[in-house]
């Protein structure tokens, strides 16, 4: 992870990853929702990192990391935190229209959290939104060896492709 | 000394009594003006309200710049000391502090100006418009502006729109969860709702799981239309309330002025009546008035007031359709069916009133008549053939059916054995387990239980995992489709089956022609029930049917 990056920021210190060991209450919040961002590929790209600074700015103090995959079909989400948190942060999200059709599928208390930061990727078949963001999960970190490691975020990221499918 | 000064101190008044004093130490604020408009004289109440240590010698504009009363409030009583007329404003000042400015012209020349400060009352009057809850504005709140916005859309000829919300499924979350995180659901639907509205709308709880939103300043009905379609779609997202996920709905009516309205009452009335006719087209939607919602919800009141005397004037009947064993052709029972006789409506469907008697719940009363009347007449048959009964959801909620159903047997004599209760997949869709219990406790008295209808809802195969019933009844869109229809037959084989190996009796509904009869037969249902084995008939002439034909065959019967 290139820390020189504009979309980059440092992890969870290691302090709120040691309270998570002392945080009964660590919840993992998975779902995945149509990508309603319209306006052509200029202004998706200009959305789609305006959410990930936003993500970043809003969920790093609150203790809530995640992974967030898009294509033109959808998003797919993974929010890692204290249970209130992740409910806020859930809350703010469902109440964002440029998404429809949200399908909540899991929100369970969990013992380690798979994403220790925020990052962000384009997951997709589309050669021209991979040219547009293919360099965003380097960029953030994003890491599909975690994703896939998980039984429910490996759906997730199967999910997302089909959407992007119907989409297309 | 100006002239009005001077003036107070009149030959005609007693010299002695300190009028200046008076003035300086009075509780209420004053200000005197010259005509001007200068100030000639403050008292310390005035010129603490006005936060200003010397407003003696400024002009009025200045001063009140300089308190910090804002431009357009002030201007009434600028307006009003030019044209040395009286005048009264509500101004704010620094701190927020709201006051009432009573401004008089003296008739010596000048003018009193006085102060009443109205911030804790008007603050007061907020609080009395504000749902603690969720922090939205109450009933008499939204009254309050939907007044004030009509009297403005009146003379501007702009149109308004109100918008009356529902929760669908929110009773449920209250019941399982406890009222905090029903409470804690409100307030995020509250924020939802905030969120979706623009800064100049009214949203407002009116109690319970009712909202209401006032948009004015919009184009109509495009803008009302915009939002409703937004409201089901944010407010109907899944919730995660203390750990748990959530999902309620939303109904919407909308009714707009001055198309559907111009007074506030009827507006509130037809947006309610859109709403209902959300609610009875499947909820989680929305619908706009239409003048014809009127007459059809008389009809309905009517028929409704109907209804709630039919019981007490014995106005009900039961018919009894036979059901036939497909093997021997012999009678095994009949199913009794509600008849409703009006005197003047005449027979009035049982599609029309027995979703009406559901939803205003005397379906309790109803069903505990009819099931008192049919196992009362099956008691006095000349066979024991069986007796089935059919129980609205309804039914299930008041937690009394199993001692009703014990009552009755008690007091009909009826074997146990021979009643059939008739389910249909809509009683198992709510609380599943509440009703299981209940299934169970009947099954205990030595009741059969079917589950009617099968195919046509969800035909969920957990539930026939979950209860054991004694019967599936095939839905006769099923029977009248096989002729022709390979799909029907498929189905129907598929049931007949499942039934067998499940160990359940099998009854394929709405019989009509020997064609039919002979699919049904070859795909193995037990039993069948339809016009063609026998029409619903009088309580007599079903008795007269078993003890002349003890072992009918169904040609007989037809």
């Known amino acids: 992870m290139s820390q020189e990056s504009p979309v980059s920021q440092p992890a969870l210190n290691q302090d709120s990853l040691n309270q998570d060991s002392l945080n009964q209450d660590l919840r993992r919040l998975v779902y995945y929702s149509r990508n309603r961002v319209g306006g052509g590929p200029a202004a998706m790209n200009e959305t789609i990192r305006g959410i990930l600074a936003a993500s970043r700015t809003n969920n790093a103090r609150v203790g809530v990391t995640g992974a967030l995959m898009f294509n033109a079909g959808c998003f797919a989400q993974v929010l890692e935190g204290p249970g209130e948190a992740v409910e806020t942060t859930f809350e703010r999200i469902q109440q964002d229209e440029r998404h429809g059709e949200v399908s909540l599928l899991a929100f369970e208390a969990v013992e380690t959290r798979l994403f220790t930061e925020w990052s962000m990727a384009f997951v997709g078949a589309s050669q021209a939104d991979a040219a547009l963001y293919g360099d965003m999960a380097g960029e953030s970190g994003f890491d599909l060896s975690r994703m896939t490691g998980n039984n429910l975020c490996a759906v997730l990221h199967g999910l997302a492709l089909e959407e992007e499918a119907a989409a297309a | ?558």
Not at chain 2, 256 to 272: E, I, N, S, T, Y
Request: aromatic share 4%; hydrophobic share 45%; net charge negative.
């Open chain 2, 1 to 558: 000394m100006p002239a009005f000064m001077s003036a107070l101190a009149a030959p005609s008044l007693p010299v002695s009594l300190p009028f200046e004093a008076a003035l300086a130490e009075m509780a209420a604020p004053l200000l005197l003006l010259d005509a001007g408009g200068t100030v000639l004289f403050t008292n310390a109440r005035a010129a603490a309200l006005l936060s200003c240590a010397e407003p003696v010698g400024l002009s009025l504009p200045v001063l009140l710049a300089q308190s910090g009363a804002a431009e357009p409030e002030g201007e009434p009583v600028l307006e009003a000391v030019r044209a040395t007329r009286p005048a009264r404003a509500r101004l704010t000042l620094d701190g927020d502090r709201r006051v009432e400015a009573a401004l008089a012209p003296l008739s010596a020349g000048g003018f009193a100006l006085t102060f009443e400060d109205v911030t804790e009352q008007l603050r007061g009057a907020a609080l009395a418009r504000q749902e603690p809850l969720t922090g939205l504005c109450n009933r008499v709140g939204l009254h309050d502006r939907l007044h004030a916005a009509l009297a403005e859309a009146d003379r501007t000829g702009a149109p308004l729109a109100v918008l009356m919300l529902d929760l669908d499924r929110f009773k449920a979350v209250n019941d399982t969860l406890g009222h905090p995180v029903g409470d804690a659901l409100l307030r995020k639907v509250a924020e939802r709702l905030r969120k979706a509205t623009r800064s100049g709308d009214v949203v407002a709880r009116l109690g319970g799981d009712e909202f209401a939103i006032l948009q004015a300043g919009a184009e109509q009905p495009q803008a009302s239309e915009a939002l409703a379609r937004r409201l089901v779609d944010l407010v109907g997202r899944t919730y995660v309330v203390d750990g748990h996920m959530l999902n309620v709905g939303v109904s919407v009516g909308v009714a707009v002025a001055p198309v559907d309205g111009r007074g506030a009452d009827d507006l509130l009335k037809h947006a309610d009546l859109a709403l209902y006719r959300a609610k009875a087209e499947g909820r989680g939607t929305y619908r706009f008035f239409e003048p014809a919602m009127n007459a059809q919800m008389q009809a309905r009141r009517s028929l409704e007031i109907d209804l709630r005397r039919a019981l007490a004037l014995k106005q009900f009947d039961l018919a009894f359709q036979p059901q036939i064993q497909l093997e021997t052709g012999a009678v095994t029972g009949f199913e009794a069916l509600l008849r409703w006789n009006h005197p003047e409506r005449g027979p009035v469907s049982p599609a029309l009133f027995i979703p009406l008697a559901e939803e205003i719940g005397i379906i309790v009363g109803i069903g505990e008549w009819a099931l008192r009347a049919a196992c009362r007449e099956a008691a006095s048959w000349p066979q024991p053939a069986s007796i089935a009964v059919n129980l609205s959801p309804v039914q299930f909620r008041g937690g009394k059916l199993v001692e009703t159903v014990m009552n009755v047997l008690a007091q009909t004599g009826l074997d146990p054995a021979r009643l059939e209760l008739e389910i249909t997949e809509g009683a198992l869709l709510e609380n599943t387990d509440s009703v299981l219990d209940v299934l169970n406790g009947l099954r205990a008295l030595g009741v059969k239980i079917s589950m009617d209808d099968f195919g046509t809802g969800y035909s969920s195969l957990s539930y026939l995992q979950k209860f054991p019933f004694d019967k599936i009844k095939i839905d006769q869109s099923f029977v009248r489709g096989m002729e022709g229809n390979a799909e029907c037959g498929a189905i129907v084989r598929a049931i007949a089956r499942l039934g067998a190996s499940l160990g359940m009796r099998t009854t394929a509904e709405g019989v009509e022609t020997p064609s039919q009869l002979d699919a049904i037969r070859a795909e193995g249902c037990t039993e069948v029930q339809g016009y063609l084995t026998g029409r619903p008939m009088p309580a007599a002439q079903a008795a007269a049917l078993l003890s002349s034909s003890p072992v009918a065959s169904p040609a007989d019967a037809a």
